[in-house]
């Protein structure tokens, strides 16, 4: 059997991200930064794009943050930006204690990462240019376990949604590629990319554990177990979408003239946790608030006052409620 050759694998990485940015309608001519840690996925994001690019008109810069939780960190920034180099591509690089900030804001250092990285693309984005788009190397896989930990967590509708495909500025061109056969490309191309041992400790994060256990079990009982949970996420998101749609009309005939909500014939619980959420706006409340609020405007009782948290609170009196 004939060997695979370089090109041959580049241009099946090309192909990967071709189909991603038709299917968002990427445009020609875009200014496009590549979010790239310089594991396989965004490698493989990286010299798919970079394969494109000149048959696409974008312009590509490569953005690293580096967390500094690994000793070897500042190497592997070096190699993203030797990579970006050897392929004609500016490069965006920083350093970031993760661990520091993660301490600071109280967060997890996964989270805090993760913040602090998105950050950091939004601000090399808009020096790019107002219609500067992000990339970033999320897969099939990636979506698959989103959905997994959500679900095990309790998550309803809106968190099964997965990971979007747009949102904003970023988009997500791998979303519906497998994570092997891209790592397959890169191995046959011989191009390196960096293997993040804390990927694969089960002990590390539940992200790893659904990963290395839960997803493979599922896969036993159903090959196409990732294509099925890809395609959940996106049933989901189209009926969550029409919820909204139908909250937000319910919405718009409840609220009256004095800026009360009118409860006296309540919608069902699916409807009215919804038009809540929407008439109280911001951050979303815990879902245990919405419920007592529900309860307090469905039940014989009033001159209630449920706090929302955030200074918010809501009011119930004859089955009209006010939110300030």
């Known amino acids: 059997m004939a060997a695979v050759q370089p090109d041959?694998?580049?241009?099946?990485?090309?192909?990967?991200?071709?189909?991603?940015?038709?299917?968002?309608?990427?445009?020609?001519?875009?200014a496009v930064v590549l979010?790239?840690?310089?594991?396989p996925d965004s490698t493989a994001l990286l010299h798919g794009a970079a394969r494109l690019a000149p048959k696409r008109g974008w312009r590509l810069t490569v953005a690293h943050l580096d967390h500094a939780l690994r000793p070897t960190s500042a190497e592997e920034a070096r190699a993203i930006a030797a990579a970006a180099a050897a392929l004609g591509l500016p490069a965006e690089l920083r350093r970031v204690d993760v661990a520091a900030l993660a301490a600071a804001e109280h967060r997890s250092p996964e989270d805090a990462g993760r913040q602090a990285r998105y950050r950091f693309l939004e601000e090399v984005a808009i020096s790019r240019g107002p219609d500067a788009l992000i990339a970033t190397a999320h897969t099939a896989d990636d979506a698959a376990e989103?959905?997994?930990?959500?679900?095990v967590r309790g998550a309803g509708l809106r968190g099964l949604r997965g990971i979007p495909e747009r949102r904003g500025r970023i988009v997500r061109p791998l979303l519906h590629e497998r994570r092997?056969?891209?790592?397959?490309a890169l191995d046959a191309a011989g191009i390196e990319y960096v293997v993040d041992p804390s990927?694969?400790?089960p002990r590390h994060a539940a992200r790893n554990r659904v990963?290395?256990?839960?997803?493979p079990a599922l896969e036993g009982l159903n090959p196409a177990a990732v294509d099925a949970l890809v395609r959940f996420a996106r049933l989901a998101a189209e009926d969550d979408e029409l919820l909204d749609?139908?909250?937000?009309?319910?919405l718009t005939r409840r609220r009256q003239a004095e800026g009360m909500l009118d409860w006296h014939d309540p919608p069902s619980r699916a409807l009215g946790r919804r038009v809540l959420r929407l008439a109280?706006?911001?951050?979303p409340p815990a879902a245990e608030r919405v419920e007592a609020l529900l309860d307090a405007a469905e039940g014989p009782r009033g001159g209630l006052t449920i706090e929302l948290g955030g200074d918010r609170r809501a009011s119930v009196h004859h089955r009209q409620i006010r939110i300030g």
């Open 8 to 30: 041959q694998t580049l241009d099946d990485l090309a192909d990967a991200v071709a189909r991603g940015a038709d299917r968002l309608g990427l445009p020609n001519g875009a």
């Open 35 to 39: 979010a790239v840690s310089g594991g």
């Open 146 to 151: 989103t959905v997994l930990l959500r679900l």
């Open 180 to 184: 092997e056969p891209l790592r397959q």
């Open 199 to 201: 990927n694969a400790d």
């Open 211 to 215: 990963r290395a256990e839960l997803l």
């Open 245 to 250: 749609a139908l909250a937000a009309a319910e």
């Open 280 to 283: 109280i706006g911001g951050s």
